[in-house]
């Protein structure tokens, strides 16, 4: 999966609306259900950078993202500069979770088995200093 140039953006909430503004002028697709996947996962991404990542601590940090049009749908590419995270351990423990009945699950921990039933494609590598995602979301003909 490639990406185009990223972006800097502040590691807080109030970044988010700029990050979306960017993944929407770049992302030409004609269904918008794959834009608003891809906006949902990004704001998961972003909100689990802040709270779990460290990025409450340290006020000054940075996330990077970049959006990508193409023929097959959309790719976008989070990446943050906190401690390494593999994504994949904790969708799966969220997986073995999901198999107990309702009532019986903790509160919270499904978000990113969100992202990952959301995308067609998830892929996590630590690039150096930073973590990084690569999701693609697939254009799908409307229903």
Do not use: C
């Amino acid at each position: 999966m490639g990406a185009d140039s990223l972006y800097r953006f502040p590691a807080r909430m109030e970044s988010l609306v700029s990050m979306v503004e960017h993944l929407q002028s770049v992302a030409t697709v004609p269904d918008t259900a794959t834009v608003l996947r891809a906006e949902t996962a990004l704001e998961e991404l972003l909100s689990n950078s802040i709270v779990h990542g460290g990025g409450l601590l340290l006020p000054q940090a940075w996330v990077w993202m970049s959006a990508t049009a193409r023929v097959d749908g959309v790719l976008l590419r989070y990446e943050d500069p906190f401690a390494p995270f593999d994504p994949m351990a904790k969708i799966d423990e969220a997986l073995r979770r999901t198999a107990s009945p309702m009532e019986q699950q903790p509160v919270g921990g499904l978000g990113l088995l969100m992202v990952f039933r959301m995308a067609d494609e998830f892929r996590y590598l630590r690039d150096g200093e930073r973590n990084r995602i690569d999701l693609l979301f697939a254009s799908r003909p409307s229903r």
